[in-house]
C-alpha cells in the first residue's frame, strides 16, 4: 500500500492525513542485474490467469549459488515494475551492511499491483499459485530454503502462498517467513483466522513484524477495509498464535510505512535476528 494511492482509497483526508501518509523508501535505485520473478502482465485484474497456471518469468541476474538461502522481497500495492526492483535492492543494500560476509541475495517479486485496490487484493490472491509452484520447484531442484519477506499487501500474497503450501503438503521449501506492515487483518493471522493453520504448518519461523507508527495501515487501511490490520495492531489479545508465530513490535525502530526495509532506520537488524 502506498501513500498517494492510498489517499484515494479514502477519497483524500485533510492536510494531516496527507502529510501523515507522506513517505518514500530510500531513493535507491536498483541495477539492471537485480534479480526478478515476474508474473506482470499474465494475471487478470479480476484474479485470473486467463491461460493456467501462470510459471514467473526470470529476470536479472542470477548468479548467485542456488544452493545457498536466498532473500524474496514481495511488494504491496501500487507498486510498478521498476518501484518493485527497487524496494528488493533497498533491503538487499540493508541486509548486506548487517551482514557483510554473506552477500546476501534479494530476489523482487514483482507482480501487477498496480490496479484498483479490489482488483490489488484479488491479483494478490491468484498470485498464489504461481509462488508456491516457484517455491517447491525450487526446493525439488536442490536450492536452499527461501526467507520470504511480505510487505504491506504483500503480506496477503505470502500468506496465500502459504495455504497453496499447506494444501500441497510441502512445509520444507521456506527458511523464514517475515511480514513487513502487513496489510491483512489481524485476525487472519490468529491460529483460527485465514492464515493460522497455513502460518502453523510450515516448518520455517512466521513473525510478523508490526508498527504503531504506521498511519498508511492505522488510517488508510482501516478505513477503507474497516478492519485493523496485523501490520499496525499485531494479533488481538485475545487470540491464540499459530505454532511458531510471533508478534514483533517494531514501533520503536518504524517510523512510517516506507521504513521496515530501509537501511538505517527501519527494522531489519531484528528480522535477520530470527534468520540463521
Keep these: ?30 541495477p539492471g542485474t537485480q534479480p526478478v520473478l515476474s508474473t506482470r502482465g499474465r494475471i487478470d485484474a479480476d484474479g485470473s490467469s486467463g491461460s493456467g497456471t501462470v510459471s514467473p518469468s526470470v529476470e536479472g ?6 544452493a545457498d538461502p536466498a532473500f524474496l522481497f514481495v511488494h504491496g500495492f501500487s507498486t510498478g515494475a521498476e518501484a518493485a526492483r527497487d524496494q528488493a535492492y533497498t533491503a538487499q543494500v540493508g541486509i548486506r551492511e548487517l551482514r557483510p560476509d554473506e552477500e546476501a541475495s534479494v530476489v523482487a517479486y514483482s507482480w501487477d499491483s498496480d490496479v484498483g485496490w479490489g482488483d490489488a487484493k484479488r491479483t494478490a490472491d491468484a498470485n498464489a499459485e504461481p509462488l508456491a509452484g516457484w517455491l517447491i520447484d525450487r526446493a525439488d531442484a536442490g536450492g536452499g530454503r527461501v526467507h520470504l519477506l511480505g510487505y504491506s499487501l504483500g503480506a496477503r500474497v505470502t500468506g496465500e502462498t502459504l495455504r497453496v503450501l499447506d494444501e500441497r503438503g510441502r512445509d520444507d521449501v521456506l527458511g523464514s517467513v517475515s511480514l513487513l506492515g502487513g496489510a491483512i487483518p489481524r485476525v487472519s493471522a490468529a491460529d483460527d483466522g485465514r492464515y493460522g493453520s497455513a502460518f502453523g504448518s510450515i516448518d520455517a519461523p512466521v513473525r510478523n513484524f508490526h508498527s504503531r507508527n504506521d498511519r498508511v495501515l492505522g488510517w488508510v487501511y482501516r478505513a477503507s477495509d474497516r478492519t485493523r490490520a496485523v501490520g499496525h495492531d499485531g494479533l488481538p489479545d485475545a487470540a491464540a498464535a499459530p505454532a511458531g508465530y510471533r508478534d514483533v513490535d517494531v514501533t520503536d525502530l518504524v517510523g512510517d510505512h516506507y521504513s521496515y526495509f530501509q537501511p538505517g532506520e527501519g527494522c ?5 535476528d530470527g534468520i540463521d
Design 1 to 30: 500500500m502506498g501513500g498517494a494511492a492510498g489517499l484515494g482509497l479514502v477519497g483524500g483526508g485533510g492536510l494531516y492525513v496527507s502529510r501523515a501518509l507522506d513517505g518514500d523508501y530510500g531513493d535507491l535505485r536498483a
Design 268 to 272: 531489519l537488524p531484528r528480522v535477520l
Design 61 to 66: 541476474s542470477w548468479e548467485f549459488d542456488a
